[in-house]
């Protein structure tokens, strides 16, 4: 390979780790997740389509793969990515991507900084493309294209702000949050609002409650038996989501009626 190849792409290199660098530390600073998970969902969204654990690393810049499973799987419990693996596949040779709509996940992860770090991400792009002046190669042109599909997302969002944004961010919770639900303090809530559980196989690790709305509306939430599983993060969070239809209200607000009751249980005690 010519010395002139060998500097594209140590280019190329540098301009994805400064944007996943610089976008990894914005999501993870409002999402309330380590950094390194952040960095992994900021490759996810520079890839736009799903990677394996090679490919994100050779993004990441890390020479073994083991570095970056105990964040992918923390961000799969917590229900924000998925692990697709095709039957007979091992799980290492599998690829991962956003479990919903990657611009809800990255549109919240702005809200907390607004307009300045809307401003900021756009500057890291614009630096990126400058470092990428003398890049040549397909995977140069990529990298191009996608970071301006970046910047056009990171402009549109700026302009949505004021009307879209910010009711988003008051309907979503963070992982942290979620993750800090006890179990117990969530099923007196639902016993307190009417709700009640259904018969079910205790094998089953989801226990179904209902409540009846004005004689006519059936809901149903299906409540985690344990607080430690895999899944916690990502049961709980429908929780809330069936709770905030039911109610009419922000799930972020129900999750804070939940510990806040908590809080004046453990004080009266």
Known sequence: MSTRSNRSLNTLARAQRAVVDGLGAEIASFLQIQGQAGRVLAALWLAGVPQTVRELCQTLGYPKDTRIYPSLCGLEAAGIIYCQTAPGERRARSSWDFRRDDSVVLRAAYVGRVRRSLHRGRTLCENALADLAGA???DAEELLWRLGAVMKQLGALDRELPNVLLEEVAW???????LALRLPDVVAYLRSHGW????????????????????????????????HGRDYARDMRSVLEEL????????????????????????QD
């Open 136 to 138: 040549e190669g397909r």
């Open 172 to 178: 979503l919770p963070s992982v942290s949050e979620i």
């Open 196 to 227: 009640s559980e259904s018969e079910s196989l205790s094998e089953n690790p989801l226990s179904p409650w209902e409540i009846t709305v004005e004689d006519k509306y059936t809901y149903e939430v299906l409540v985690p038996r344990h607080q």
């Open 244 to 267: 905030g239809v039911a109610e009419g209200r922000s799930p972020l607000l129900i999750m804070r009626d939940i510990t806040s009751r908590s809080g004046r249980n453990r004080e």
